[in-house]
């Protein structure tokens, strides 16, 4: 069965500043996507960014980018010149093939709370 | 907004009382996928619809249904209802079923509390 492992429960960074957020992964598939959602205190979901398993190039978008490191099973959000408004709740997530050839609902992480600070 | 609707925002009700969720996906996309996220659990895929078709379960408990009906909205049917199905309900939707790479795109969520 797939894992997402978030360590951070909770961080805190100074406006401006770049952040890192951890994620690992385990998967024993070959085929896989990896995604980034982002949820602010009035609770929606915001999709960030996606990276597929056998992209060769990192993923970037905007300000968000992802350190994407398939041996290590690490696929590590950065977002530069953090922002008040990227204060949220971040949760890292997988979606990998179940054994009947379709794909399974995404796996999430337990998620890291950003708390940037002015 | 992310083109996906989910009504009704808030519902409070008490237990062993039956409940309905309604979600539209985005315009275009036949796939929807139900999860449940709750302080103990945290966010927890529970169900995939693909045109009408049930594609994966996840956790979801027997006491919960759910279906997609010809014109692409999904309804999730929550019975026999306990404290402990308190939670934020998403829909999501993409535009296709099997693809690991396709985003979703979540909903506003339905906040259940169950008293």
């Known amino acids: 069965a797939q894992k997402i492992t978030q360590t951070q429960p909770g961080m805190f960074v100074q406006e401006k500043e770049a952040v890192t957020l951890d994620c690992t992964y385990d998967?024993?598939?070959?085929?896989?996507?990896l995604f980034w959602y982002k949820q602010p205190s009035s609770g929606e979901m915001i999709f960030l960014i996606y990276?597929?398993?056998?992209?060769?190039q990192n993923a970037t978008e905007g300000r968000y980018s992802l350190n994407f490191q398939k041996a290590r099973k690490s696929a590590n959000l950065v977002i530069s010149a953090s922002q008040l408004g990227d204060s949220a709740m971040y949760f890292c997530?997988?979606?990998?093939?179940?054994?009947?050839?379709?794909?399974?609902?995404?796996?999430f992480g337990k998620g890291t709370h950003l708390i940037i600070q002015p | 907004d992310s083109g996906v609707t989910q009504t009704p925002k808030h519902l409070i009700t008490a237990t062993g009382q039956r409940v309905t969720l309604r979600c539209s996906p985005r315009?275009?996309?036949?796939?929807v996928y139900w999860y449940q996220q709750s302080l103990d659990q945290g966010l927890q895929f529970l169900i995939h619809?693909?045109?009408?078709?049930?594609?994966a379960k996840g956790n979801i408990l027997e006491r919960f249904s759910a279906q997609q009906f010809p014109d692409l909205h999904s309804e999730l049917n929550l019975s026999s209802l306990e404290l402990g199905d308190s939670a934020l309900y998403f829909c999501?939707?993409?535009?296709?079923?099997?693809?690991?790479?396709?985003?979703?795109?979540f909903g506003p969520g339905t906040r259940l509390l169950v008293l």
């Open positions: 315009s275009g996309d036949l796939s």
């Open positions: 998967t024993s598939d070959q085929s896989y996507g």
């Open positions: 997530a997988m979606r990998v093939h179940y054994s009947g050839g379709g794909a399974d609902g995404l796996t």
């Open positions: 619809y693909y045109n009408g078709e049930e594609r």
């Open positions: 990276q597929g398993s056998y992209d060769e």
């Open positions: 999501a939707s993409s535009v296709s079923s099997d693809s690991v790479q396709e985003t979703q795109y």
